[in-house]
């Protein structure tokens, strides 16, 4: 099974990474990458989130 999590560096992301990783899924988590670290063994998505040019 696949997952993917919305963040996945602070505490409820993290802990879903991890606890999804211990059960053999393939785990990609998408982030702005400015807080923590991510869970070894994930695929990690790194953006940034801009505003529309107006």
Do not use: Q
């Amino acid at each position: 099974m696949r997952i993917l999590v919305m963040g996945g560096t602070w505490f409820l992301g993290k802990h879903i990474a991890e606890g999804a990783l211990a059960r053999g899924w393939a785990v990609t988590t998408f982030n702005r990458g400015r807080s923590g670290r991510d869970v070894d063994g994930v695929e990690p998505v790194t953006a940034t989130v801009r505003t529309a040019p107006t």
